[in-house]
């Protein structure tokens, strides 16, 4: 392994997380419950796909191989694929898109932030662009979850059932594993532990008034860093990667 | 995206309108003055205006379901965002002109609703499959394009607020066009199966994007009062052929071949001239009969249904949301 393999990884995870919660989003076009939505949906999607991008180029740099955004993106199958296991969950209904981007922004807006401060330029300077997008995220989903959650029976029930489903994907937010200590010990990834508290507190501040019950903290699913998917992941890429594949090589 | 092929005459009742505001108010179309909201206007005019502002957004809206087709399966992750950002677009104008529609007096829910219930229309180019790539370069080139050739003399048009809608969305159509343009060169100068890909699309979309432009002339429900009103500008024809000598050296640069043997340069009037368009499959797929008219209204109708709860759990959290704040302002 070497020294440049950790970060190379560690910023794939990034992408990929990105990338796939994107694409999920973009799923939902021409299919929201208002044109206002349908505005606001894209606005989501086009930030995690820029930032992606963004991260993929970075990865390609890192990896000194040649590859670009695409050929990262488009050539590489779910085992390879390091993106955390809520962002590959379906669409659901609108409660659990909603609920799938405010579980996720949470945590991503702290990350980001502490990520701003690492030692790695690039990183750096990615986490101050997709922070501010990501506190726009969150402002946007925790607005839907406290309308859904504290709306009607219907949408109550929908929202409650949603968080029930999803949060067994929480923890693997706050798994590190050997690639991702490295690279803490080194002061370019931040410790996730660090900033559990404040994900927490926005969670309890926004289920409050959505009058959401958090489940109890049980078993925490992970695998996704590592290429252990859901079911749906291989789904979602095969449609993503089908035409890119099927012309080798060419431009677009 | 929308072009006149949908210009009817006004069929509603006959009212009987106060000769000297009418005399006025024709003054005015005449001296090229901006009609407002709150100003005095025929009935015919104000239903002529929202009959075909309201299907213009209905067009916008209905849309974004053929390109979103590709979103998921864009082949760079530039062109997908690209796509999702003009489909985004789409949805934009679909908002300004409900509300340009709403200046008139009427709800986004009504016009909705007669879009659902198969009252009002949407364009009729919408009613083609996009089975490759290809389709969204073609979208942008050819559709949007002809759009692009109705909607600019839109933004003269004697309605301030449908004018000022206009002006906003011929500039991004025209980023639209461009864009699609570039998707069709970089296919061009691809491999065989892209410039393949190309072709086929071209030869799809040709005849349903002359058709865009409405019946010629000599057997359209000519409206003069459209004309004299500054709502219409120019004839189907005029549209039609200033959109095919824009297009064809385009096309031919691109080393495409148009699907019309007749296609012919007149040197005397500088002209393309065409092949006869098969009106019989205009008419087919404008009464219902297209490949995806059904498809289109019934995932329509199925997001209307399906968002039924969100809007309303939106609607009882404002509720309460205000009663509280009233209540804790009483204590």
Known sequence: MTSETPLFTYTLRLADTALVLGHRLSEWNALAPTLEEDIALANLA???????????????KVEGKGRDEDALAYLRDDREYGNLLLVEQP???????????????????????????????????????????????????????????????????????????????????FAVDAIEQALIDAGIAPDPA??????????????????????????????????????????????????????????? | MYAQALDQKDKGPKVVEDPEKLARFEARCAADEKIEPKDWMPEAYR??????VSQHAHSEVIGMQPEGNWVTRAPSLKRKAVLISKIQDEAGHGLYLYSAAETLGVSREELTD??????????????????TWADMGTIGWLVDGAAIMNQIPLCRCSYGPYARAMIRICKEESFHQRQGYEIMLTLARGTPEQMAMAQDALNRWWWPCLMMFGPPDAISEHSSD??????????????????????????????????????KFNEETK?????????????????????????????RRQTEADGAWVREAARAHAKKRAARQALQAAE
């Open chain 1, 46 to 60: 086009l930030d995690l796909i820029g930032q992606a991008r963004l991260f993929y180029d970075y990865a390609g």
């Open chain 1, 91 to 173: 669409n659901g209904d609108f409660a659990q898109s909603m609920m799938r981007q405010f579980l996720f922004s949470a945590f991503a807006l702290p990350y980001y932030t502490a990520l701003m401060g690492s030692k790695d330029e690039t990183l750096a300077a990615i986490a101050a662009k997709a922070e501010k997008e990501m506190a726009y995220h969150l402002r946007h989903s925790g607005e839907w979850v406290i309308r859904l959650g504290d709306g009607t029976d219907e949408s109550h029930r929908r929202t409650q059932v949603a968080l029930d489903e999803l949060a067994i994907y929480i923890g693997e937010f």
């Open chain 1, 194 to 252: 660090k900033i559990r508290a404040e994900f927490e507190a926005t969670l309890a501040h926004v289920f409050s008034e959505a009058t959401l019950i958090m489940p109890k903290a049980g078993y925490a699913q992970t695998g996704g860093k590592q290429g252990q998917h859901t079911e749906h992941l291989g789904h979602l890429l095969a449609e993503m990667q089908v035409l890119h594949r099927a012309h080798p090589g060419a431009t677009w």
């Open chain 2, 47 to 52: 239903r002529t205006l929202v009959r075909q």
């Open chain 2, 114 to 131: 007669a879009l659902l219930s198969g009252k009002a229309k949407y364009s009729s180019i919408f009613n083609y499959p996009t089975l």
């Open chain 2, 226 to 263: 459209s004309m004299r009103w500054k709502i219409k500008r120019f004839s189907n024809d005029d549209l039609r052929q200033k959109f095919i000598d824009a297009t064809v050296p385009q096309g031919h640069f691109l080393g495409l071949t148009f699907p019309d043997p007749a296609l």
């Open chain 2, 271 to 299: 002209h393309w001239e065409i092949g006869p368009i098969d009106w019989d499959e205009f008419k087919r797929v404008l009464a219902g009969d297209g490949v995806c008219n059904r498809q289109r209204m019934r995932v």
